[in-house]
């Protein structure tokens, strides 16, 4: 956790659940004058079950940057809903209430550099406030909480269609690999990664998914092997030093991963370890793909260089989950992330189609798609 989001109080724990029970990542509760964003404490899994509720900006800041809510479109989601807190922060009329919109969405936008879902849904929040004539803030809030939720419903649609597209890379019997998570709970719901594999299990296709542990926060070991069990797909945890190991012993077939910002060219960063695993795989013959929306892409920037990689706190590498496990002062480098260049992926899975081969003439080809008039299956 950072030293900045340690000085923000974390939102209250206001309910718990089973890991049986169907919740959603998030989800705004209550109207948009008087409610709020509940959220799963990710931090907490898989041990305790665990809602929270933000009730301000502030709350919604440290819960993206503690990773309470984690994953590229589930932070877009979850700072969209943020705008709806902030549009009402200020009762007194329309121009303050644009002026503390305003002001939360810079906020937000310092939670994290990478993932440019963030950066999207905070746009696009910005945008319909500017269309607005909403004379009052809680006008505006209401207005804004139509935005938040169109934003949650079309990534819903959105991770289906990926899951859709995904399925028809993958064949019965497979050994299958993923690093860290992109599953339900980076998203609104179903995920990214893990909805290629979702889907494909719901077409019948029998898979072996191998999950990464992925170092230092573990997302892979807490959070893509608790999905993957309470679906019922098979998983293997191994840790992150296991892969190569795996791939030469013929386990895994194909790699399919998800992407916090993908730039023009198909340059992918996600999270850190992911190069490596595009590297092995390219070493074994193994397919490697990457699943994200089209919000997850960068057409600003012309190729990975000019992507932010966050830079996280050391305690995450020295005192993973609050045991010292290295040297007291020792110096420390955690990069959050990493970029995999293009030419080591063989496709990305988009809501619009599959992207192969990766390049910006067929990025843009499909990107540019009216989304809903294609096949599933082309
Ligand atoms: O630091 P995190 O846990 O937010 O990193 C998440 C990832 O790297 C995911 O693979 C990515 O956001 C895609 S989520 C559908």
């Given at each position: 956790?950072?030293?900045?989001?340690?000085?923000i109080?974390?939102?209250?724990?206001?309910?718990?659940f089973?890991?049986?029970?169907?919740?959603?990542?998030?989800?705004?509760?209550?109207?948009?004058?008087a409610?709020?964003?509940?959220l799963?404490?990710?931090?907490?899994?898989?041990?305790?079950?665990?809602?929270?509720?933000?009730?301000?900006?502030?709350?919604?800041w440290?819960?993206?940057?503690?990773?309470?809510v984690?994953?590229a479109?589930?932070?877009?989601?979850?700072?969209?809903?943020?705008?709806?807190?902030?549009?009402?922060?200020?009762?007194?009329?329309?121009?303050?209430?644009?002026?503390a919109?305003?002001?939360a969405?810079?906020?937000?936008?310092?939670?994290?550099?990478?993932?440019?879902n963030?950066f999207w849904?905070?746009?696009?929040?910005?945008?319909?406030?500017?269309?607005?004539?909403?004379?009052?803030?809680?006008d505006?809030?209401?207005e804004?909480?139509?935005?938040?939720?169109?934003?949650?419903?079309?990534?819903?649609?959105?991770?289906?269609?990926?899951?859709?597209h995904?399925?028809?890379?993958?064949?019965?019997?497979?050994?299958?690999?993923?690093?860290?998570n992109?599953?339900g709970?980076?998203?609104?719901?179903?995920?990214?990664?893990?909805?290629v594999?979702?889907?494909?299990?719901?077409r019948?296709?029998?898979?072996?998914?191998?999950?990464?542990e992925?170092?230092?926060?573990?997302?892979?070991a807490?959070?893509?092997?608790?999905?993957?069990?309470?679906?019922?797909?098979?998983?293997?945890?191994?840790?992150?030093?296991m892969?190569?190991?795996?791939?030469?012993?013929?386990?895994v077939?194909?790699?399919?991963?998800?992407?916090?910002?993908?730039?023009?060219?198909?340059?992918t960063?996600?999270?850190?370890?992911?190069y490596?695993?595009?590297?092995?795989?390219?070493?074994?013959?193994?397919?490697?793909?990457?699943?994200?929306?089209?919000?997850?892409?960068?057409?600003?920037?012309?190729?990975?260089?000019?992507?932010p990689?966050?830079?996280?706190?050391?305690?995450?590498?020295?005192?993973?989950?609050?045991?010292?496990?290295?040297?007291?002062?020792i110096?420390?480098?955690?990069?959050?992330?990493?970029?995999?260049?293009?030419?080591?992926i063989?496709?990305?899975i988009?809501e619009?189609?599959i992207?192969?081969?990766?390049?910006?003439?067929?990025?843009?080809?499909?990107l540019?798609?009216?989304?809903?008039?294609?096949?599933?299956?082309?």
């Amino acid at each position: 956790m950072s030293d900045l989001a340690v000085r923000i109080e974390p939102a209250p724990e206001t309910a718990r659940f089973q890991p049986e029970d169907d919740v959603p990542t998030l989800a705004w509760v209550g109207d948009a004058v008087a409610g709020r964003l509940r959220l799963i404490d990710q931090t907490r899994l898989p041990t305790e079950c665990v809602l929270i509720d933000c009730s301000t900006v502030s709350q919604v800041w440290e819960a993206i940057r503690s990773l309470r809510v984690r994953g590229a479109p589930a932070i877009g989601v979850a700072a969209a809903y943020g705008c709806v807190l902030g549009a009402r922060r200020d009762r007194a009329g329309g121009a303050e209430a644009m002026a503390a919109l305003r002001a939360a969405a810079d906020q937000l936008r310092t939670s994290r550099p990478t993932a440019v879902n963030l950066f999207w849904a905070l746009d696009r929040m910005r945008a319909a406030a500017e269309r607005s004539a909403a004379p009052t803030s809680d006008d505006l809030a209401r207005e804004l909480l139509e935005e938040a939720r169109a934003i949650e419903e079309e990534d819903r649609r959105t991770c289906r269609a990926i899951g859709r597209h995904g399925a028809t890379l993958l064949r019965d019997g497979q050994g299958v690999l993923t690093h860290c998570n992109a599953g339900g709970l980076a998203t609104s719901d179903y995920g990214t990664a893990l909805a290629v594999f979702f889907a494909a299990h719901e077409r019948g296709l029998a898979l072996r998914v191998y999950a990464d542990e992925t170092r230092p926060l573990l997302q892979g070991a807490r959070l893509t092997a608790w999905e993957l069990a309470r679906r019922g797909i098979p998983v293997t945890l191994i840790c992150d030093s296991m892969a190569a190991q795996v791939m030469r012993e013929g386990r895994v077939r194909a790699v399919v991963v998800g992407a916090d910002r993908i730039a023009a060219n198909g340059d992918t960063a996600n999270k850190i370890g992911t190069y490596g695993v595009a590297l092995l795989a390219r070493a074994h013959g193994i397919p490697f793909y990457v699943a994200a929306p089209s919000s997850t892409f960068d057409r600003s920037l012309a190729d990975g260089a000019g992507i932010p990689i966050e830079s996280r706190d050391p305690r995450e590498v020295t005192h993973g989950f609050g045991r010292a496990t290295a040297p007291e002062g020792i110096e420390v480098y955690n990069p959050a992330f990493d970029v995999t260049p293009a030419g080591l992926i063989d496709a990305i899975i988009t809501e619009r189609g599959i992207v192969s081969p990766v390049d910006a003439d067929r990025i843009a080809e499909v990107l540019d798609r009216p989304w809903g008039t294609q096949s599933a299956f082309d």
